[in-house]
């Protein structure tokens, strides 16, 4: 056991010693800078998914009535409106109640004073039972109480919708670039055992296993990946703290403390694993085709 901790140790001593003389940083690079793509995209995403979770996702109306509409109208609607099979839940909110609420808005409190009079008017919140609220919004509006109904929900399903689009383009994204990091890692190994051809041959020439000639170029593999999966996540970083700093105060402006966050610790983890198996698969294809063509002669 401790003789085949000791080859290990050896082997990524060696590994490491190549990475930082060679090309290994170069190609660390190459790899951070195309992982920091869809590792970005994925955080921006996942920030804006956290925002639209806290938005009403479920289909609902708001249906405002007449400004001269009287509280007994309103109660006759609500009764025709609980007796729809159409619609799930009906939620009066009372034209001195949405004044109130909105007296809570910053800088609102002003402009109602000056209006005078409150000049909203009374409103229910309906909750259909399925999708199509299209036909139910059109059926309500026509009520000779109701002056105007709201699909309130709709913007927000769309914008999950078009969420769910870019988790799949940077999915895709993710897969090709995937493949072109092998190709990287692929060629920095040929090129490695390309320019130790001849040390390679003499390790064979005494007896070196084939487990024993490819285990430092595993783990230049692996060293590249971990390497450029460290670099995404530093890039990926600073472009997230660059961005904050310009939606910080329009933000503020609109009374939120919305920013984008960093990827989560398991997700981070999850990166840098994926890049170290990334180097790691480049390694093991280039060992695998180019060390068979090197026999001592």
């Known amino acids: 056991m401790n003789a085949w901790l000791r080859q290990h140790r050896q082997a990524f001593a060696l ?17 951070g800078v195309a992982l920091a793509l869809p590792a970005a995209g994925y955080a921006l ?23 001269d509409a009287k509280r007994a109208d309103a109660e006759a609607l609500g009764a025709a409106l609980r007796a ?34 409150n000049p909203l008017p009374d409103a229910f919140v309906v909750s259909a039972k399925n ?3 299209e036909a139910l919004a059109a059926d ?22 078009l969420a769910a689009i870019g988790r799949l383009g940077i999915a895709l994204l993710a897969a090709l670039l995937a493949v072109g990091l092998v190709a990287v890692t692929f060629n920095t190994i040929r090129l490695q055992i390309l320019t130790q051809r001849a040390e390679i041959e003499v390790a064979k020439l005494i007896g070196a296993t084939d487990a024993f000639v490819r285990r430092p170029f595993y783990y230049l593999g692996l060293l590249q ?29 609109y009374g939120s403390a919305f920013r984008f966050g960093f990827p989560a610790a398991g997700d981070a983890a999850a990166l840098l694993g994926f890049a170290g198996l990334l180097g790691w698969l480049g390694a093991h294809l280039s ?3 180019h060390l068979r063509e090197i026999e001592p002669s």
């Open 225 to 253: 990946g971990l390497a450029g999966g460290a670099l995404a996540l530093a890039l990926v970083a600073l472009a997230l703290a660059l961005l904050n700093r310009e939606v910080q105060p329009l933000a503020a402006s």
């Open 131 to 133: 999708d199509e609220i």
């Open 287 to 289: 060992v695998g085709k």
């Open 140 to 161: 309500l509006g026509r009520l000779p109480q109701v002056a105007h109904v709201q699909a309130d929900a709709a913007w927000a399903r769309r914008l999950a919708a």
């Open 15 to 31: 590994a490491f010693g190549r990475f930082t003389r060679t090309t290994g940083l170069a190609s660390a690079l190459v790899i």
């Open 45 to 67: 995403l996942e920030s804006l998914r956290t925002l639209s979770s806290r938005l009403v996702l479920e289909p609902q109306l708001s249906v405002f009535l007449r400004s």
């Open 84 to 117: 729809d099979r159409r619609i799930a839940k009906v939620r009066f909110v009372a034209r001195e109640d949405a004044l109130r609420e909105l007296k809570t808005v910053d800088g609102m409190s002003e402009v109602i004073a000056a209006l005078g009079s």
